[in-house]
C-alpha cells in the first residue's frame, strides 16, 4: 500500500488520475482541496499533518463527505520526497493488521496497537484494516 506525498500546490496537477491515498505535506486552501479531486476522481483518503487539520474549513469537509472521501490526521514518519515521491506502508503492517483481524481482535484494539508500533495514525490503521481485509 503507497500513500502518495504531495509537498506544494503545483504538484497536485501533476498527479495520476488513479491515486487512491494522498498525503498533503503542505497546508492545502479549499481551492487545493477542489483541484486534487479533480485531478484524482478515484482519491479515497486525504491525509494531512495535526497542525494542518484544524485549518479545514466545515464546507471542504462537507465537500469530502459527499464525494466519500476519508480526510484522516497523520504523518509519514521519516519519509524523504527526494528518493521516492510515495510512502510505502511497510507490507509487515499490513501482515500483523491481516493476522489480528484472523485473530477475533477488536478493530479499536488493532488500531491503537499497529498504531504504537508502526508510527501510523489510528484512522490510517482503521482505513487499512477495513480496505485489506474486504479486498
Not at 479515497?44 to 487539520?53: A, F, H, N, T
Not at 498504531?115 to 485489506?132: D, F, Q
Amino acid at each position: 500500500m503507497r500513500i502518495r506525498v504531495v509537498s506544494s500546490r503545483e504538484e497536485i496537477f501533476t498527479l495520476s488520475p488513479n491515486e487512491r491515498l494522498v498525503h498533503l505535506a503542505f497546508r492545502p486552501s479549499n481551492k487545493d482541496i477542489f483541484g486534487l479531486i479533480e485531478t484524482c476522481p478515484k482519491v479515497e483518503v486525504i491525509q494531512l499533518p495535526k497542525s494542518y487539520m484544524a485549518t479545514v474549513s466545515k464546507s471542504i469537509e462537507m465537500f469530502l463527505q459527499m464525494q466519500r472521501v476519508q480526510l484522516l490526521e497523520g504523518d509519514v514518519w521519516g519519509h524523504r520526497k527526494d528518493i521516492n515521491e510515495y510512502y510505502a506502508v511497510p507490507s509487515s503492517v499490513v501482515e500483523k493488521i491481516k493476522v489480528m483481524k484472523a485473530e477475533g481482535k477488536a478493530a479499536d484494539e488493532i488500531e491503537k496497537k499497529v498504531s504504537r508500533e508502526s508510527k501510523l495514525n489510528p484512522a490510517m490503521v482503521g482505513y487499512i484494516l477495513n480496505k485489506e481485509t474486504t479486498a
